[in-house]
């Protein structure tokens, strides 16, 4: 870069510093937003659903209400292909759009995606769709950080973390789990750690917190009265557990994208056609089945009460495997999280009842199966260990049984990478990117500020920054090293965990990003 760039990338790396302590405040101003917004979603969705079990499902064994019936169903198939089709965004949980935008891989036009959102959702959950509104909420939380950066005319390098915020906030509400949504911001959507990203995430999940427990409560979104620790004669049970849940979730994986690809083309009828049948499906699971209808969180608290047997929770488990797929594959509105959650907890009551009556395990330890299978079960589809081990503590609102749920997400997350089954939205990512409706903009002239943390042996470690083959179109600007920040020079020694700040240009950020991985991340070969 020239002199007059060099300027202006000092320029804006001190309005950068100036501006911190400002965008920490708009965070806590973003997170209550995003919280007012969510809960919104939450109470549409409760609406949508007692209003079609109310005035629909509740009367099928009713022959003269079935015409009725078919009509709402395929009128809200055909308004939910049209939204979809309007507006591709909207389709599925919404996180790997939110990922594809970080990444600057697709674009995200907040309006209508926001818009479309809570009206697909409303439909799709009313309808019965085995899907859930966490991944959604996420989805609304990163659409109202990138709506309030555009009113506010934010820069670029501050939008990235406004639209992070908004996503772990959405996390937060949704699931009265701040924690749980800062960790999904570092290891879900950036897969890096940045201090910044850090305060900022936090400042707008407690925001968003504060205002879901408002009008929610402050009880964790489980009911878990009191469970036992579970003594460490029966932890040999979680290996068998653990190997279980990786397996399914290789399966589930591979069977939800199976899912996509069946429901993207004309095979054995028109694909546009396929959404109607679905649609149609879950009224008859709503009035017959309900257990595998929509997100079914409240299907939790009965399974921890033991109210199920083996065999009914068999049952269930297999149609709603099946319908969640069905639903996911259409690409109505809705996420997987809650889906993945229940079936998780069956698997658990499942085993759980197993070892109580055949190997002589207490059935108070039952419900510790129960909570370990969720978390399990989680990591193995989304592969995020730490977001799935801390959510789960929250949701219970305990972490007494953190060690125990930790040796079970580590063992669920290597199966699945011993089988190389990429995670779930890494796959859903690559699906998204091949639209080329949705390809992200970028400019040029727009300057955007990159910040990696050099690991342990990586390449650039204990290296002078004159020796290092920094990628073009890149200029380091700051070193952070602790608390002080040094102006770079050839002569600098990097050491692992100081913190470069780049700046390049907003065409050549994907790839300068990339190549800065690789040299402050990886080990030189």
């Given at each position: 870069m020239n002199k007059e760039n060099n300027n202006s990338a000092y320029a804006i790396l001190d309005h950068w510093f100036n501006l911190k302590?400002?965008?920490?405040?708009?965070?806590?101003?973003?997170?209550?937003?995003?919280?007012?917004?969510?809960?919104?979603?939450?109470?549409?969705?409760?609406?949508?659903?007692?209003?079609?079990?109310?005035?629909?499902?509740?009367?099928?064994?009713?022959?003269?209400?079935?015409?009725?019936?078919?009509?709402?169903?395929?009128?809200?198939?055909?308004?939910?292909?049209?939204?979809?089709?309007?507006?591709?965004?909207?389709?599925?949980?919404?996180?790997?759009?939110?990922?594809?935008?970080?990444?600057?891989?697709?674009?995200?036009?907040?309006?209508?995606?926001?818009?479309?959102?809570?009206?697909?959702?409303?439909?799709?959950?009313?309808?019965?769709?085995?899907?859930?509104?966490?991944?959604p909420s996420i989805q609304i939380g990163a659409l109202i950080g990138k709506g309030y950066a555009d009113i506010f005319k934010h820069k670029k390098y501050n939008e990235k973390y406004l639209v992070t915020g908004g996503a772990s906030a959405g996390l937060a509400a949704a699931f009265n789990a701040p924690l749980a949504g800062v960790v999904f911001a570092l290891e879900e959507l950036h897969k890096t750690f940045s201090p910044f990203i850090v305060i900022t995430a936090l400042v707008t999940t407690i925001s968003a917190e504060f205002v879901s427990e408002h009008f929610f409560g402050t009880d964790p979104v489980l009911n878990f009265d009191f469970v036992a620790k579970l003594p460490l004669r029966y932890y040999h049970y979680l290996l068998f557990l653990s190997i279980i849940l990786g397996?399914?979730?290789?399966?589930?994986?591979?069977?939800?994208?199976?899912?996509?690809?069946?429901?993207?083309?004309?095979?054995?009828?028109?694909?546009?056609?396929?959404?109607?049948?679905?649609?149609?499906?879950?009224?008859?699971?709503?009035?017959?089945?309900?257990?595998?209808?929509?997100?079914?969180?409240?299907?939790?608290?009965?399974?921890?009460d033991l109210h199920f047997g083996i065999k009914f929770l068999l049952v269930v488990f297999?149609?709603?495997?099946?319908?969640?797929?069905?639903?996911?594959?259409?690409?109505?509105?809705?996420?997987?999280?809650?889906?993945?959650?229940?079936?998780?907890?069956?698997?658990?009551?499942?085993?759980?009842?197993?070892?109580?009556?055949f190997f002589n395990m207490e059935s108070m330890y039952i419900q510790n199966m129960i909570i370990f299978a969720m978390a399990g079960f989680l990591t193995a589809v989304v592969r995020a260990p730490i977001t799935s081990s801390i959510l789960i503590c929250e949701m219970t609102g305990s972490f007494t049984h953190f060690l125990p749920v930790t040796i079970v997400v580590v063992i669920s997350y290597l199966i699945p990478e011993l089988l190389?089954?990429?995670?779930?939205?890494?796959?859903?990512?690559?699906?998204?990117?091949?639209?080329?409706?949705?390809?992200?903009?970028?400019?040029?002239?727009?300057?955007?500020?990159?910040?990696?943390?050099?690991?342990?042996?990586?390449?650039?470690?204990?290296?002078?920054l004159s020796e290092i083959s920094w990628p073009k179109q890149c200029l380091i600007v700051n070193i952070q090293r602790g608390d002080k920040n040094y102006i770079p020079k050839g002569d600098f020694l990097i050491k692992s965990s100081d913190i470069l700040t780049c700046i390049t240009d907003e065409k050549h950020a994907r790839e300068v990003k990339i190549a800065l991985g690789d040299l402050t991340e990886h080990e030189p070969e």
């Amino acid at each position: 870069m020239n002199k007059e760039n060099n300027n202006s990338a000092y320029a804006i790396l001190d309005h950068w510093f100036n501006l911190k302590f400002i965008i920490i405040i708009q965070c806590a101003v973003l997170g209550v937003l995003v919280g007012f917004m969510v809960v919104l979603y939450r109470y549409t969705l409760e609406f949508a659903a007692k209003i079609f079990d109310r005035y629909l499902f509740s009367h099928i064994s009713n022959p003269y209400y079935w015409p009725l019936i078919l009509v709402v169903l395929l009128l809200s198939a055909f308004l939910v292909s049209k939204m979809i089709a309007r507006q591709p965004l909207i389709s599925g949980s919404g996180i790997p759009q939110v990922k594809g935008y970080l990444l600057r891989h697709i674009r995200m036009p907040w309006k209508s995606t926001l818009l479309f959102k809570y009206l697909g959702g409303f439909l799709s959950i009313g309808s019965g769709l085995s899907l859930g509104r966490e991944g959604p909420s996420i989805q609304i939380g990163a659409l109202i950080g990138k709506g309030y950066a555009d009113i506010f005319k934010h820069k670029k390098y501050n939008e990235k973390y406004l639209v992070t915020g908004g996503a772990s906030a959405g996390l937060a509400a949704a699931f009265n789990a701040p924690l749980a949504g800062v960790v999904f911001a570092l290891e879900e959507l950036h897969k890096t750690f940045s201090p910044f990203i850090v305060i900022t995430a936090l400042v707008t999940t407690i925001s968003a917190e504060f205002v879901s427990e408002h009008f929610f409560g402050t009880d964790p979104v489980l009911n878990f009265d009191f469970v036992a620790k579970l003594p460490l004669r029966y932890y040999h049970y979680l290996l068998f557990l653990s190997i279980i849940l990786g397996l399914m979730g290789v399966v589930y994986n591979r069977y939800l994208v199976k899912s996509l690809n069946f429901f993207s083309k004309d095979k054995l009828m028109k694909k546009k056609y396929k959404i109607y049948v679905v649609f149609i499906l879950s009224g008859l699971a709503v009035a017959f089945l309900p257990e595998i209808s929509r997100g079914c969180h409240y299907l939790i608290d009965p399974i921890v009460d033991l109210h199920f047997g083996i065999k009914f929770l068999l049952v269930v488990f297999v149609f709603k495997f099946i319908f969640s797929m069905l639903s996911y594959g259409t690409g109505a509105p809705g996420g997987i999280f809650l889906p993945l959650l229940v079936l998780g907890a069956i698997v658990g009551s499942i085993y759980g009842q197993t070892l109580s009556l055949f190997f002589n395990m207490e059935s108070m330890y039952i419900q510790n199966m129960i909570i370990f299978a969720m978390a399990g079960f989680l990591t193995a589809v989304v592969r995020a260990p730490i977001t799935s081990s801390i959510l789960i503590c929250e949701m219970t609102g305990s972490f007494t049984h953190f060690l125990p749920v930790t040796i079970v997400v580590v063992i669920s997350y290597l199966i699945p990478e011993l089988l190389k089954c990429p995670p779930i939205y890494d796959s859903l990512l690559d699906r998204i990117m091949d639209n080329p409706n949705i390809k992200y903009e970028s400019d040029e002239n727009t300057k955007v500020l990159l910040e990696k943390t050099v690991v342990m042996h990586a390449e650039a470690d204990h290296k002078y920054l004159s020796e290092i083959s920094w990628p073009k179109q890149c200029l380091i600007v700051n070193i952070q090293r602790g608390d002080k920040n040094y102006i770079p020079k050839g002569d600098f020694l990097i050491k692992s965990s100081d913190i470069l700040t780049c700046i390049t240009d907003e065409k050549h950020a994907r790839e300068v990003k990339i190549a800065l991985g690789d040299l402050t991340e990886h080990e030189p070969e």
